[in-house]
């Protein structure tokens, strides 16, 4: 079992930065890729970035590719998204999630948070 708790989200305007962060409980979370995924009101949860379970591999959705990183720290039982340049399409519940293998589908992912909204203005 794998529990999720993302924080960081808020209002930033368009060209700013946010940088959500998300923790799990457990001592299980090196066994585990971990993404974050999105979801705007009424569309369906889109991938956002991946990372492997070392962190050595990741990768990312085209629309952030460039503006987005994701990171995670084993020893602190975190990940974290850094998110630059933001634009009003960002805007979204950003969700953190945990999978056996770092892929860009949801149903992949066994554990999610609850997710944080991101709300970028123009």
């Known amino acids: 079992q794998v529990q999720l708790v993302e924080t960081g989200g808020g209002l930033v305007q368009a060209g700013g930065s946010l940088r959500l962060s998300c923790a799990a409980s457990?001592?299980?979370?090196?066994?585990?890729?971990m993404g974050w995924f999105r979801q705007a009101p009424g569309q369906e949860r889109a991938f956002v970035a991946a990372?492997?379970?070392?962190?050595?591999?990741?990768v990312y959705a085209d629309a952030v590719k460039g503006r987005f990183t994701i990171s995670r720290d084993n020893d602190k039982n975190t990940v974290a998204l850094q998110m630059n340049s933001l634009k009003p399409e960002d805007t979204a519940i950003y969700y953190c999630?945990?999978?056996?293998?770092?892929?860009?589908?949801?149903?992949?992912?066994?554990?999610w948070g609850q997710g944080t909204q991101v709300t970028v203005s123009s």
């Open positions: 999630a945990a999978a056996r293998v770092a892929t860009q589908a949801p149903r992949d992912y066994n554990y």
């Open positions: 457990g001592r299980s979370f090196s066994t585990y890729a």
């Open positions: 990372i492997s379970l070392s962190g050595a591999g990741t």
